[in-house]
């Protein structure tokens, strides 16, 4: 079982990969697998971080041989690795982001999922977990979603929150987070009867 989540900031797409996790007890891959992939190849994950999600620098960066310049770039392709390795070898996740859902498209047990959710309710989430001006709330969804969609268009072709390139893609601002991770989980049972 492998479940990608894509999500609109604000949506409460992370607190559902949460709890799909738990529900299923497998493991989540998000930001935290930049530790494991620190462990691996033995450098230091807080330096890591810095390279998180962004696509390279064109004007700074050049590959030679096929190999890139840009920290960027290669964190992006450590993680996918990363992602691609767990899922050959059979192990159950569920992964936040990370392209998981072009990454991952050949793997049939991939459920992938697109959550996102109404304008209202994400500025009122994010003011109430950040303690933001409306304002600032604003800005910040708009700062994180073209961060988001920037790096997954770079590294993939199809486009970011585009329906057509996800299993199901769900509005949780309708339900909120416990029942659409319910909805969630029943529609990933339903499909894991079908394919087995």
């Known amino acids: 079982m492998i479940i990608s989540i894509g999500r609109e900031f604000g949506s ?24 494991d992939i620190a462990q691996e190849k033995q450098i230091d994950g807080k330096e890591l971080e810095r390279y ?5 620098n064109k004007f700074l960066t050049r590959s030679l041989y096929g190999y890139s310049q840009s920290m960027e770039e290669n964190l992006a392709n450590m993680q996918f690795e990363f992602i691609k390795k767990r899922a050959e070898k059979g192990e159950s996740f569920v992964v936040v982001g990370r392209c998981a859902e072009t990454i991952l498209k050949n793997q049939p047990a991939l459920v992938s999922i697109f959550v996102l959710g109404d304008w209202e309710s994400k500025i009122d989430r994010v ?14 969804i708009n700062r994180q979603d073209s961060k ?27 339900l909120g ?18 394919f087995s």
């Open 148 to 174: 988001r969609k920037h790096y997954h268009n770079y590294y993939c072709k199809g486009k970011w929150g585009d329906s057509r390139n996800y299993d199901i893609a769900v509005n949780s601002s309708k």
């Open 12 to 35: 409460g797409g992370h607190e559902i990969a949460e709890m799909l996790a738990e529900h299923f007890s497998i493991k989540l891959y998000d930001k935290s697998l930049l530790q």
């Open 177 to 194: 987070e416990k029942l659409t991770a319910d909805l969630l989980a029943e529609y990933i049972l339903q499909r894991q009867q079908h």
């Open 52 to 56: 998180d999600e962004k696509p390279r």
């Open 127 to 140: 003011v109430r977990l950040y303690h933001l001006t409306r304002e600032e709330a604003e800005s910040f």
